[in-house]
C-alpha cells in the first residue's frame, strides 16, 4: 500500500488552473506536508509546505499563484494552481513529515503547453 497517493495531474493550457491532491494512509495532523517538484534534467525542489500549525511557505516562482492547504480528518493535502505557465511542467510529489526522512508519493505529472 502507498503511504501517499497524488492525483489531479493533467494537461493544461498556459494561464489555466490545476488542484493537487494527496491523500495518505496514516494520519498527517502533527507532519509538515509540502508538494515538490521535478522538471527533466533537473534536481526536485520545493513548491510549497504546509506546518501542522496551517503556516504556508511557498517558493517565490509560485508565489500568489498557487495555494497549499490541508483536511487533517480527511488526511489529505490539496495544492491549487491557477495561472499556470509553461515552467510549471514538471512531476509533483507530495511529502509527509520533511525530506530528511519523510515519505514521498509516486508523483502526478502536470504538464502546460498549448
Known amino acids: 500500500q502507498e503511504h501517499l497517493v497524488e492525483s489531479g495531474g493533467g494537461v493544461v493550457q498556459p494561464g489555466g488552473s490545476l488542484r493537487l491532491s494527496c491523500v495518505a494512509s496514516?494520519?498527517?495532523?502533527?507532519?509538515?506536508m509540502g508538494w515538490y517538484r521535478q522538471a527533466p534534467g533537473k534536481e526536485r525542489e520545493m513548491v510549497a509546505t504546509?506546518?501542522?500549525?496551517?503556516?504556508?511557505n511557498y517558493d517565490d516562482r509560485v508565489k500568489g499563484r498557487f495555494t497549499i492547504s490541508r483536511d487533517n480528518a480527511r488526511k489529505t493535502v490539496f495544492l491549487q494552481m491557477d495561472s499556470l505557465r509553461p515552467e510549471d511542467t514538471a512531476v509533483y510529489y507530495c511529502?509527509?513529515?520533511?525530506?530528511?526522512?519523510?515519505?514521498w508519493g509516486q508523483g502526478t505529472q502536470v504538464t502546460v503547453s498549448s
Open positions: 511529502n509527509q513529515g520533511g525530506t530528511r526522512a519523510g515519505y
Open positions: 504546509i506546518s501542522n500549525r496551517n503556516i504556508a
Open positions: 496514516a494520519v498527517i495532523n502533527f507532519d509538515i
